[in-house]
């Protein structure tokens, strides 16, 4: 409300009365961290302050997981967008670093992807080591809208960044042309880039000897998703599990409406490339049943021998993110996911399971169960402890119950459910009484995945919990939930329950997570 937007949605900074009383972007910078702060994450990453959306040029490079990200240095709303930086040796702790590539005059540095041009193909290395090169859009400043892929490189390992004097390296005269992806197909011997036509809902792909001339492969698209614009999109090959050494070839692309549970989300295809143009072999699924996961894209240069596909996406909605309640900072990270494709015979699912990293952040251990709940015929509730930063498997036996689940952040009226709907055979997350939050049909409506009992009848998930979200994993990461969620600080109980028959609590797991 009040927010101006731009063609593609985004409230634009500075233009139109600000949403957060007294919090016009030129006063922020004095802003102290403030008693939000209890919404600040443990373990997902925000910025130092202010706003933050998409991942970008995420790159493994000196032993260091680098994160750019898309950034306003002067506000917490969208607009004046630079890269931020941040480094980690394990997916858990992050160095804030300097911006990285920042707006100038003429141009926002809009999303894009980073390569180590370890072959020299660029020039654009000084001395022995192989140069960062970040392959960005440049987006024209207000109201000029036009949009061209730049570089700019780095030959300190990601700390300082010169953008190329030869920029646009590829300009096609279009308004709507960005995040390009770019990595090396080594059977082709050349750097490949997927780019959008958002409005086209249309994968460019393209081809280059040297990151700096471009020439035109193939279009994919439109095709699955295609009510919203398309953005960020990223091809990765995925390991198969249980086939060893077989790979898929997975093509990711977001939209910015009509994901299922309502706004923005991302969907997969997944197929076949070959070095030319993407075939997908089936119908496109949606990643995430949840509100809050975009704009996810892979790490470059993960070495061989740790051979995993790794990702995270942007934890936020572009239909609410501008209404989150937070003052300082606004936007966070997804938890890195590690990737891989299952075969289930009639199809290839993209499975997504947090990075087996976050296990050195478990501290206290608590078990519980067998619990069997709701035999007097009654809906029952059990306390189960309390947290705000919690890592838990459950396992669930159904019964007669319409319903069971988990109450988490429990306290006065509030509570995010998170359970099993026997009736949908659905996982859900339910945030009508999480606290404040966006006033938005979306942020308010139940969520659902369709999720079938395992072979033994039993139901089961992983979640994690921090201080603003919650992450939901069933069936080996095929079916996920990522919601942002704003309970008051005092509301921190955890409560199992059953309505409209019976169920029982197999066993749950649950550790308490710091980083
Ligand atoms: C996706 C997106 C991208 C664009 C960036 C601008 O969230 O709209 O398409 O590059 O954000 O911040």
């Known amino acids: 409300a009040g927010l101006t937007q731009n063609a593609d949605g985004h409230a634009v900074n500075g233009m139109g009365p600000s949403r957060r009383p007294g919090l016009h972007p030129s006063t922020m910078t004095s802003i102290p961290s403030t008693s939000e702060d209890f919404w600040r994450p443990a373990l997902h990453f925000t910025a130092e302050r202010f706003w933050i959306n998409d991942p970008n040029g995420l790159v493994f490079a000196c032993g260091q997981w680098h994160l750019f990200f898309q950034h306003n240095p002067q506000g917490n709303t969208w607009g004046h967008m630079s890269w931020g930086h941040a480094v980690s040796r394990d997916l858990l702790h992050w160095r804030h670093l300097p911006l990285a590539i920042a707006e100038d005059p003429t141009h926002m540095a809009f999303s894009g992807s980073v390569v180590i041009d370890d072959k020299g193909t660029s020039g ?26 730049h570089l700019a490189f780095s030959n300190d390992g990601g700390t300082r960044w010169t953008k190329y004097a030869g920029n646009p390296v590829l300009d096609i005269g279009a308004e709507n042309f960005r995040d390009p992806k770019v990595f090396w197909h080594g059977p082709s011997g050349r750097w490949v880039m997927a780019v959008v036509l958002a409005h086209g809902r249309i994968v460019s792909f393209y081809a280059s000897a040297d990151l700096k001339h471009w020439s035109h492969l193939s279009d994919f698209g439109p095709e699955g998703g295609v009510q919203g614009i398309w953005e960020c999109p990223d091809l990765i090959s995925v390991p198969v599990k249980d086939h060893a050494g077989r790979r898929a070839w997975v093509l990711k692309v977001d939209v910015f409406e009509g994901h299922p549970s309502g706004g923005s989300g991302a969907q997969v295809f997944i197929g076949d490339f070959d070095g030319q143009s993407f075939q997908s072999t089936q119908p496109a699924r949606w990643i995430d049943h949840g509100s809050d996961f975009y704009a996810a894209i892979s790490w470059a240069h993960v070495p061989a021998e740790d051979g995993r596909s790794v990702w995270l996406g942007w934890m936020n909605n572009h239909r609410y993110a501008a209404a989150t309640p937070t003052l300082s900072w606004c936007g966070a990270m997804s938890i890195p996911r590690v990737l891989h494709v299952r075969d289930d015979g009639a199809a290839l699912l993209l499975c997504q399971e947090p990075v087996s990293e976050l296990q050195a952040a478990r501290r206290e251990q608590r078990r519980c169960g067998p619990l069997g709940l709701g035999a007097g015929g009654a809906d029952e509730v059990v306390g189960l402890g309390a947290g705000d930063v919690l ?12 319903e069971f689940g988990l109450l988490l952040r429990c306290g006065g009226e509030q509570a995010t459910r998170v359970g099993w709907d026997a009736e949908r055979r659905a996982l859900f997350v339910d945030r009508r009484q999480s606290g404040p939050g966006p006033d938005d049909p979306v942020f308010r409506s139940p969520q659902y995945a369709p999720l079938a009992p395992q072979a033994d009848g039993s139901v089961r998930w992983r979640l994690l919990l921090d201080r603003c979200s919650v992450e939901v994993f069933a069936d080996g990461g095929a079916v996920v939930l990522t919601n942002l969620i704003f309970p008051s600080p005092g509301s921190r109980e955890l409560k199992a329950f059953v309505s409209g028959g019976a169920a029982e609590l197999v066993t749950m797991e649950c550790w308490t997570l710091e980083a």
């Not at 001395?127 to 892929?149: D, E």
């Not at 890592?391 to 319409?402: C, N, Q």
Request: neutral net charge; aromatic residues 6%; contains cysteine.
């Open 124 to 149: 654009l290395g000084d001395g022995g080591q192989a140069p960062l090169v970040a392959i960005y859009t440049a987006c024209a400043q207000p109201p000029a809208r036009h949009q061209a892929q």
């Open 391 to 402: 890592d838990l498997d459950i396992v669930w036996r159904p019964g007669t119950a319409r």
